[in-house]
């Protein structure tokens, strides 16, 4: 079946602007989570969705960045007036419930100029 | 802070050769986890051990977990070029259910056909 798809695969923008990263879980994964890998930083977690629950927001770096997932599916991440250091690689992963393993998309490149 | 912290950071061998790599991490933990990832993209799972287990094998993958010492290996055996990938171990950021993965920096292995 289809894995965890994420687009765009590569996003080019200017400093100050807003970008929307999406991402589309498997079919009947209720959690989905968003990582951002960057070059010395190594793979942090950002946010957090189960189910029907208010998302877990304790790893987003700052108030710009924002994420909402609609009807349980399809999960949308804003990085509002983007910054330099934002440029990293965006990771999307889902899993089942109650399970440990997460299936990561392909991830958004994101460069911040 | 990272939670796991793989080494070493890079390791080259030869075709055939074995390839071992090794996490620490620092609270306890539920589970430990292998990820693999080629060119910096999504990652994929390779193999869980709870945290009751002390050694697991899937294929030519060999894990152990030493619970005492905060640790775990990754052995993989007879390697070939398309293990070439860098390598991340992951604990659970929260101690039950579905959680958000805390990872280490990761080690770069290449294999040399």
């Known amino acids: 079946g289809a894995g965890v798809s994420q687009s765009p695969s590569n996003k080019v923008t200017e400093k100050g602007k807003d970008v929307e990263l999406r991402c589309d879980p498997i079919?009947?994964?209720?959690?989905l989570y968003w990582y951002r890998q960057s070059l010395g930083q190594g793979l942090e977690f950002l946010i957090y969705?189960?189910?029907?629950?208010?998302?877990?927001k304790s790893g987003l770096p700052s108030d710009r960045f924002s994420a909402e997932r609609t009807g349980g599916s399809v999960s949308t991440l804003t990085i509002q007036r983007t910054q330099q250091e934002d440029s990293a690689v965006y990771l999307c992963?889902?899993?089942?419930?109650?399970?440990?393993?997460?299936?990561f998309g392909p991830g958004t490149r994101l460069l911040v100029l | 802070s990272q939670q796991g912290e793989e080494d070493p950071q890079a390791l080259s061998i030869q075709e055939g050769e074995n390839a071992t790599m090794n996490c620490s991490y620092k609270?306890?933990?539920?589970?430990l986890q292998w990820y693999r990832q080629n060119s910096g993209r999504g990652l994929v799972h390779l193999i869980l051990?709870?945290?009751?287990?002390r050694e697991k094998h899937s294929g030519r993958l060999r894990v152990t977990l030493d619970t005492s010492k905060k640790s775990s290996s990754l052995l993989i055996t007879a390697s070939r070029a398309a293990d070439t990938a860098s390598y991340f171990c992951?604990?659970?950021?929260?101690?039950?259910?579905?959680?958000?993965?805390?990872f280490g920096k990761g080690t770069r292995l290449s294999v040399i056909a």
């Open positions: 992963a889902s899993s089942l419930p109650d399970s440990e393993t997460q299936y």
């Open positions: 079919s009947g994964h209720t959690a």
């Open positions: 969705f189960q189910g029907n629950s208010a998302p877990d």
């Open positions: 609270t306890s933990i539920n589970n």
């Open positions: 051990i709870r945290s009751n287990e």
């Open positions: 992951a604990t659970d950021l929260f101690s039950s259910g579905n959680t958000p993965l805390v």
